[in-house]
């Protein structure tokens, strides 16, 4: 079931299906309009993937990559398809600096009908610590509310690590 205009809606009432504004972020689909922003994209999320796991990793690693720009340049052609496309890579933006990304997505392969998923979360790491990672999830959970019953989020979770430990929590 693709959700109507009524059963997704934001903080902002005249904000269309493919945007939110939550806390002063605004929250779009990425699409190929934003190729330009993909080698951006890619270095904010290998660094901040880096820098959760780097107690973790080697010694002598000085980089994670969690995506190549290859991956987020498919992910923002997947929201070409308008704003019921599948498995797409949502943006966030304060004052139109892009601030961090997240994945949403209406019907995993993987999960039951009528559960989607929301995962890569990320929050540039000049601006983390400033709520922002939560108007990205509640953008990801309101742009599947209206198809799903169930949203189930994407967390890898190492014992003994702070940032893994502060996610648990929240």
Known sequence: ???????I???????PLDQWVFRGVT???????????AQRITS????????????HLDEDQ??????????????LAM??????????LLLGFVHDELIGCISSTYQPPWTPDGCGHWGLLVVD??????????????AAERRVAGAC??????????PGNEHDQRMKEW
């Open 1 to 7: 079931m693709i959700p109507s205009n009524h059963q």
């Open 9 to 15: 809606q934001s903080e902002n009432r005249e904000a």
């Open 27 to 37: 929250v779009r689909v990425g699409t190929s309009r934003d190729v330009g922003m």
């Open 44 to 55: 904010m999320v290998n660094r901040a993937y880096y820098e959760s796991m780097k107690e």
């Open 62 to 75: 000085e980089s994670y990559e969690r995506v190549d720009a290859p991956e987020v340049r498919q992910r």
């Open 79 to 88: 929201g070409d398809d308008g704003p019921f496309a599948n498995r797409v």
């Open 125 to 138: 790491l000049a601006h983390q610590n400033k709520r922002y990672a939560t108007a990205l999830v509640q």
């Open 149 to 158: 019953n169930k949203v189930q989020m994407e967390f890898t979770f190492t």
